[in-house]
């Protein structure tokens, strides 16, 4: 695994990223057994954590661990929950003392009264929040290279980690969070926003009342112009992000498409992800971008790149769907995640919403729902848990169009109730793993890679997905 501006990742990752795929493997608990082509290699622990509960926390005391933009957005989406009683922000944790100035202000504006600790000054001080004495969750939106030490760390710590995406970015890693929240009985949640969007919800209510038939195949991304934020000097710490795409080639960054489709497709529910190709295009427009830069340094780095700037990965499931899978953050386009369906009766293509309802097999009827009628089916399948919650959060921040603000309140709440988590570990372990081994993939000029099995076999339970439960 690469050193990331002389970031070194703790120790207590026990394996590494320079391992090959088989090694990792076996370092995971595949007891020597190694993935045969076509045979998918399965973990021997059991799932035991699939539907983890844990003791209600009537106010959950949180931690922050990363306060740049995305920690300011997420303590914002804290503020009805906190007013409410339903959380505390209880510590703030950033290497960087101006961010916690920041934080701690923001926080001041709804939590009168009750000051978090501080952690900062330095690399590792973030390990001093992670106790119970501080703190019940550890919220961690620090860059990537951080997401699973510190959701480790906080889960063998006995705090329940919430952390952004990806959750990890090797399979070691993935393994390494699963084994540790079996172990600990800890939540660990990958906090994919968009799967609490309203479209994505919406679209899983019609899926499970039967509206698109047979599911085949789908189609989504993450297509969004990140040039100027990765070139900007302050955007991100350090300009973390850019040095990813320097040292990296495959899909970085695959939740925000593919965790919506998993819920679609009923992935861990009933069917499984089992294996990918992924192929990654030329490089040319970070370079371009780099090398017109009016900074020598900016300018040096535009013959590093190795991240291509269209990756296209084709994954397959146990059920025989089919997944088309984009990574772009190069290229001056649309923001876009496609969120395209594929059933036997109906057809789904996002951005914009546009909806296909199947006629059966005939000559002349080929066009889109007329808006009309496409609007009376969102509003027939709007989601109830976006519905309340849209109301409920309509004075407050809502985060990405209200979708930020429903993820954090399920988390909270559920917490509170002391009920499972609408993700488990294996959800963001495995979407998070895809691009590891997307990586693999295109290393090996894109050869089919075999997706481990995190779950030991549990996958093939078939149960509806629990985001649309009533807290
Ligand atoms: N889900 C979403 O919609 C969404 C949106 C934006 C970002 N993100 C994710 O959020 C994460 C953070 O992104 P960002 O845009 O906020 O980046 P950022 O650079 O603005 O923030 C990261 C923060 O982490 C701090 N940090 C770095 N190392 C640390 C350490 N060892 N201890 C404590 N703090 C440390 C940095 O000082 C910085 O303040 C990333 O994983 C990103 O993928 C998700």
């Not at 504006?109 to 973030?126: I, K, L, Y």
Request: proline content about 4%; glycine content about 10%.
């Amino acid at each position: 695994m690469p050193i990331l501006g002389g970031m070194k990742r703790k120790d207590f990752l026990h394996a590494s990223g320079a391992l090959g795929l088989g090694s990792l493997l076996n370092a995971c608990g595949l007891g020597g057994r190694s993935a045969e082509p076509g045979q998918t290699p399965s973990r021997t622990t059991n799932g035991s954590a699939f539907d983890l509960t844990a003791p209600a926390l009537p106010t959950v005391r949180v931690a922050v661990f990363g306060l740049g933009n995305r920690g300011q957005g997420l303590i914002d989406m804290l503020n009805w929950l906190v007013q409410e009683g339903h959380a505390q922000i209880t510590a703030l944790a950033d290497v960087n003392p101006t961010k916690v100035d920041r934080a701690l202000e923001q926080v001041a504006a709804f939590q009168p009264g009750q000051v978090p600790a501080v952690f900062t000054g330095s690399e590792a001080a973030w390990e001093g929040a992670m106790r119970t004495e501080v703190a019940d969750l550890a919220l961690i939106c620090t860059p990537w290279e951080w997401h699973t030490p510190m959701a480790i760390r906080a889960m063998e710590s006995g705090l329940h980690a919430a952390c952004e995406v990806p959750i990890a970015y090797t399979v070691s890693d993935a393994f390494a969070l699963v084994e540790t929240a079996e172990r600990t009985r800890q939540h660990c949640i990958m906090l994919e926003n968009c799967c609490y969007n309203g479209e994505e919800l919406g679209l899983l209510r019609m899926i499970e009342e039967g509206v698109f038939g047979t599911l085949t195949h789908a189609e989504c991304a993450y297509l969004h112009d990140l040039r100027a934020l990765m070139l900007d000097p302050t955007y991100y710490e350090d300009r973390w992000r850019l040095k990813h795409h320097l040292q990296r080639n495959g899909n970085l960054y695959t939740t925000h498409g593919l965790g919506p489709v998993a819920m679609y497709f009923d992935i861990l529910r009933g069917d499984t992800l089992t294996h990918l190709v992924s192929m990654s295009s030329r490089e040319a427009a970070l370079s371009e971008a780099l090398a017109a830069s009016s900074d020598p340094a900016l300018q040096g780095m535009a013959a590093q790149v190795r991240c291509g700037d269209v990756n296209t990965t084709l994954i397959g499931t146990a059920e025989g769907k089919s997944i088309m899978l984009q990574f772009d953050t190069h290229v001056g386009r649309p923001y876009n995640r496609l969120n395209k369906v594929i059933g036997s009766k109906a057809v789904h293509y996002g951005y914009p919403s546009r909806l296909y309802v199947d006629h059966g097999p005939t000559w002349d009827w080929h066009g889109w729902l007329e808006e009309g009628a496409a609007a009376e089916m969102r509003d027939r399948y709007e989601h109830p848990l976006w519905t309340r919650l849209q109301a409920l959060a309509a004075e407050h921040p809502q985060g990405h169009g209200g979708m930020d603000f429903v993820m954090m309140y399920r988390l909270i709440r559920c917490l509170n109730e002391g009920v499972a988590l609408d993700l488990n570990v294996y959800d963001g372990a495995l979407w998070s793993m895809v691009g590891a081994l997307s990586e693999s993939s295109v290393d090996n000029g894109s050869t089919r890679v075999d997706i481990p099995d995190l779950t030991a076999g549990r996958w093939r339970e078939r149960v509806a997905h629990p985001v649309g439960r009533a807290i």
